[in-house]
């Protein structure tokens, strides 16, 4: 795995809401899967509350 980024397992538990929506999400095709659109979502929450601040 040349380049691949070393990832940590996190164990979270959600709503059972939350995961129907986000069910739904990965069933129209916008993300591949739960854990991609998961990791997406940290990530956006990590830059706009953190990467982005630290550049202003």
Avoid: H, N
């Avoid at 397992?9 to 659109?37: H, I, K, M, N, Q």
């Amino acid at each position: 795995m040349v380049g691949a980024m070393r990832q940590i397992l996190l164990t979270c538990y959600f709503p059972p809401r939350y995961v129907r929506e986000l069910d739904r999400l990965v069933g129209e095709g916008y993300y591949p899967s739960r854990s991609e659109a998961i990791r997406l979502a940290v990530r956006d929450l990590l830059r706009k509350e953190l990467w982005e601040k630290k550049e202003t």
